[in-house]
């Protein structure tokens, strides 16, 4: 019984590991109050400019003002767990019935108070290695 229990953790561990998510990129951005980050996604024949910045910074929560494909959203993200990301999916809802849509997470790490600047993480998924990302200065 203490073999089959074991075997059963183990590969419960490896299928874990083999499922897990896969980011294709991985970058730290710092952005000082207003300013903006632009950003080129490029798929298949689409090329859309992703934007963002930030404008407040009150009692842990960054207000980060954001637009994608003429679509503008603001969020308040904090560092707790559940509030510290958004999630933004990179193709239409129709185009992704085969495979997982790729998407950009933005993850707010932490607040510089020396210099004031918020410090992100931007990570991007594409389980098929179509979409390349540039940033524009």
Same mark, same amino acid.
């Given at each position: 019984?203490? =073999?089959?229990? &074991?075997?059963?953790?183990?590969?419960?561990?490896?299928?874990?590991? %083999?499922?897990?998510?896969?980011? /294709?990129?991985?970058r730290?951005?710092?952005?000082?109050?207003?300013?903006? /980050?632009?950003?080129?996604?490029?798929? #298949?024949?689409?090329?859309?400019?992703?934007? =963002? &910045?930030?404008?407040?910074?009150?009692?842990?929560?960054?207000?980060?003002?954001r %637009?994608?494909?003429?679509?503008? %959203?603001?969020?308040?993200?904090?560092?707790r767990?559940?509030?510290?990301? @958004? &999630?933004?999916?990179? /193709?239409?809802?129709?185009?992704? +019935?085969?495979?997982?849509?790729?998407?950009?997470?933005?993850? @707010?790490?932490?607040?510089? @108070?020396?210099?004031?600047?918020?410090?992100?993480?931007?990570?991007?998924? #594409? #389980?098929?290695?179509?979409?390349s990302?540039?940033?524009i +200065?």
């Amino acid at each position: 019984m203490k =073999f089959f229990l &074991r075997f059963f953790l183990v590969l419960a561990l490896v299928n874990s590991f %083999s499922y897990g998510l896969d980011f /294709k990129q991985t970058r730290t951005i710092k952005l000082k109050k207003d300013e903006q /980050k632009k950003i080129l996604v490029k798929y #298949d024949n689409f090329i859309k400019l992703f934007e =963002f &910045r930030w404008t407040l910074y009150k009692n842990g929560g960054l207000v980060i003002h954001r %637009s994608y494909d003429k679509i503008i %959203s603001q969020n308040i993200l904090y560092k707790r767990y559940k509030n510290n990301t @958004f &999630r933004l999916e990179l /193709k239409l809802p129709g185009a992704g +019935k085969y495979y997982n849509l790729p998407y950009i997470l933005v993850k @707010f790490e932490e607040f510089d @108070f020396t210099t004031n600047e918020a410090v992100l993480k931007l990570f991007l998924y #594409d #389980d098929l290695g179509k979409v390349s990302l540039k940033d524009i +200065k």
